[in-house]
Every structure is written in structure tokens, then in C-alpha cells.
């Protein structure tokens, strides 16, 4: 929670400098055009979303709040939608099917929190502004860079589950025990 607070905070802070910084140097009152551009952006979001998700995959869409998952379920290919929030999926109990499985996660600003078998293959990817990982014992910090790490185990694995994160500000910890 400490960590998401300071994401948030930082984010803002970021945010707010970059649109003063654009108005002081350009002499326009960029706060003038804030809300209307993120208006119409929330429009065409809302509109375009249902383009990005692949056909037949179920979506969560939670604007502010966490989504857990643990215990026993069944893992299928997913999309979870979050403004801010926590992503938190405990594996270990789950069930995933042989093959590959793939959770997509897009939001602002994100927490997310991997546990998962050792048996189970992982490939993660972040596509975020700012991303703070630690995956798999590699701790990373990347401005404005992809980043991406699989398992050991992923090529060879009978079951492998594929993370693709879409942020802004992502946080990611994956855990495999």
C-alpha cells in the first residue's frame, strides 16, 4: 500500500509539472484544455475499448479498486481494466490449463502481484511510463522502456501463463515458489 501511495503521488506530481512546465513555455493556460482533452479521451476510450480486447476474453473492468484472486480457480485468458488499483493473483492453488494463458492488465497506475508455481512458466511484459519490477529476483526500475522477463522454465514448461501489463506507472512483483 505504501508503495502504491507513493506511485500515485509521484505520478501526479509528474504530471502536474510536465502541464505547467508546456503552459510556461508555450504561454498558453494548458489547465484551460486539461479537463476537456481528458473528457474527451475517457470518450474515446470508452468507445474504442471493446477494440482492444480479443474476441471471446472475458474483462474485468474495476476504476478504483483491487482485484484478487486466490484459493482454487481456474485460470483463462483475461483482461483486467483498472484506473488505480492492486492486481493481485495467487496461483498456486489455481488451475491452469496446459498450454498458454494470457492475463493482459492496463490501468494508470498499478499494483501488480504474482504468485506462482515453479512449475508453471511465466513471461512478463510492462508497457508503462514508469515501471518498478521485481520479477523473479531481478530487481528493475525502467523509465520509459519496455520491459520483459520470462521464467527459466517458460520454453520447456507444459503450462505457461503470459502477463502483459499497460500502464503508466506499473509496479510489478512476480514470486515463483
Known sequence: MKNKNRLVFGTVLVLWGTLSL?????????WAYFWPVVLIGLG???????????????V????????RRDGEWIVKDEEFWILVGDVDLDLTRAVLPPGETRIRLFGFV?????????DI???????AFVTDAKVLGENIDHFWVPYSNNSSNYLTAEKKLVVESGMFVASIKVQQL
Do not use: C, Q
Open 44 to 58: 474515446l476510450w470508452l468507445i474504442a475499448k471493446p477494440g482492444f480486447s480479443y474476441k471471446g476474453v472475458p
Open 121 to 127: 512458466g511465466v513471461a512478463i511484459s510492462s508497457h
Open 60 to 67: 474485468t473492468l474495476r476504476p478504483l479498486a483491487d482485484i
Open 110 to 118: 498499478g499494483n501488480v502481484e504474482l504468485l506462482i508455481p515453479e
Open 22 to 30: 508546456i503552459g510556461m513555455v508555450a504561454h498558453i493556460n494548458v
